[in-house]
C-alpha cells in the first residue's frame, strides 16, 4: 500500500510538472462566490454563524461593511494601471483600456506534455487494481488505452511538433508503455511492485520532457513580457500587477510564478503577483478582484498592524495559537 501512495506521488508530480492540472480563493470569498466579498479581518466568522432566530444587533452594520469594502475595490478598480492575467494558456496585457492576449504554450510543448502523460494514464489505469485479477472491463479499457497510443505514435514526429534530438526518446517511452500495457493485458494481472518499476522506470525520460518543455513555455513568456515592457514607462512597469489562475495541486512552485516572481523581484507570492486557485477563480473579472482585495488589504494590514503581510495569514492566527498553548483538548483524550 506504502508503494502504491509513493509511485502514485511520483506519477502526478511528473504530470503536475506539465501542467495537468493547471491548463486553465481567497479567504474573503464568502460562501456563495458572491463578489461583495469581505475583510477576514472583521469578518471571519459571518459565513459560519449560527442560525439565530433574529439577526444580532450588529448584523446590519456588518451587512454595510461587505457592501461597502466591495464598493471601495470598486473605486481602486478606477485606479489601476496596468495589469497581466495568466490564464488560459496566455499571457493578457490590461492597459489604458486596451487588452491584448498572447497564448505562451507552443505545439512544441504540448506534444512533449501528451506523450508524457501516457505514463500517466497506464498508471491511473492500473493503481487500484493491483495484486488483483484484472476485470473484463479493466482489460478492454488497457486494450483501447493501447490502441489510442499505437494509433498516435506514427505521427509524433510531426502532429506533436517533437524535434529531432527528441524523437528517439518519445519512440522509447511509447515501446515501452506499449510493452507494459500487453503484458498487463495478457496476464490479466500487475503487481504492485512491477507498477511502480514501471512508474520509477518512466520517471526520468518524463521529467526530460518536462525540462524541455518548460523551457519551450518560460521562453515564450519572455518573449510577451519584454514586447509589453517596451511599450510601457518605466512607472507603468514599476506599478503593474500579475494575476496567475491555477488549480490547488500545481500551485507549489507553479511554473508561471516562478517566472514572474524572478521578472518583478518578488520574493514570496501575494504582492505584486498573486495567485488564484479555481474554481474561485476562472475569468478574468474574478482574477481582477482578487488583485483588489490584495490592494485593499495590504493597506488595511499597513495601517492597522504596520506589516504589510498581516492580511496573508488569519487575524485570529495568534490568538490561536495562544489558546492551543493554554488549554488541552478534549477531543485528543484517549476514550
Known amino acids: 500500500m506504502v508503494d502504491n501512495v509513493k509511485s502514485a506521488y511520483l506519477a502526478i508530480a511528473t504530470a503536475c510538472a506539465f501542467g495537468l492540472t493547471a491548463d486553465i480563493g481567497h479567504a474573503y ?3 456563495s462566490g458572491n463578489k461583495e466579498t469581505s475583510p477576514h479581518s472583521l469578518t471571519s466568522d459571518s459565513a459560519h454563524q449560527p442560525t439565530t432566530e433574529k ?3 450588529f448584523h446590519e452594520v456588518n451587512q454595510q ?4 469594502y466591495s464598493a471601495a475595490k470598486s473605486e481602486l478598480r478606477k485606479k489601476l494601471g496596468a495589469i497581466v492575467i495568466c490564464m488560459d494558456n496566455s499571457l493578457t496585457l490590461i492597459r489604458d483600456g486596451k487588452r491584448e492576449s498572447i497564448p505562451f504554450i507552443k505545439p512544441h510543448y504540448t506534444g512533449l506534455k501528451e506523450v508524457a502523460h501516457i505514463t500517466l494514464g497506464t498508471f491511473v489505469l492500473l493503481v487500484n487494481h493491483t495484486d488483483e485479477e484484472l476485470s473484463e472491463s ?15 505514435s506514427d505521427a509524433v514526429a510531426t502532429d506533436e511538433a517533437i524535434e529531432p534530438q527528441e524523437q528517439e526518446r518519445q519512440r522509447a517511452l511509447i515501446k515501452q508503455t506499449v510493452s507494459f500495457l500487453t ?4 496476464s490479466k494481472r500487475v503487481s504492485a511492485d512491477e507498477l511502480k518499476k514501471y512508474a520509477r522506470s518512466t520517471s526520468e525520460p518524463d521529467l526530460k520532457n518536462a525540462y524541455t518543455a518548460v523551457a519551450s513555455q518560460m521562453v515564450s513568456m519572455d518573449k510577451t513580457m519584454a514586447k509589453w515592457r517596451k511599450e510601457m514607462t518605466p512607472q507603468e512597469w514599476n506599478n503593474m500587477y500579475v494575476f496567475i489562475a491555477t488549480l490547488h495541486m500545481p500551485r507549489q512552485e507553479l511554473i508561471a510564478y516562478q517566472y514572474f516572481a524572478r521578472l518583478l523581484n518578488q520574493s514570496q507570492e501575494g504582492d505584486r503577483v498573486i495567485v488564484g486557485e479555481s474554481p474561485g477563480t476562472m475569468t478574468e473579472e474574478q482574477g481582477i478582484d482578487l488583485v483588489l482585495t490584495h490592494i485593499l488589504d495590504k493597506q488595511v494590514a499597513i495601517q492597522f498592524f504596520n506589516d504589510p503581510w498581516r492580511m496573508h495569514r488569519d487575524l485570529l492566527s495568534e490568538a490561536g495559537k495562544k489558546w492551543l498553548s493554554e488549554n488541552k483538548l478534549e477531543a485528543e483524550k484517549t476514550p
Request: hydrophobic share 40%.
Open 29 to 31: 470569498s464568502n460562501d
Open 55 to 57: 439577526p444580532l444587533a
Open 65 to 68: 461593511l461587505l457592501t461597502n
Open 138 to 152: 479493466s482489460i478492454a479499457k488497457l486494450k483501447e488505452y493501447r490502441t489510442a497510443i499505437e494509433k498516435a
Open 183 to 186: 503484458r498487463a493485458i495478457e
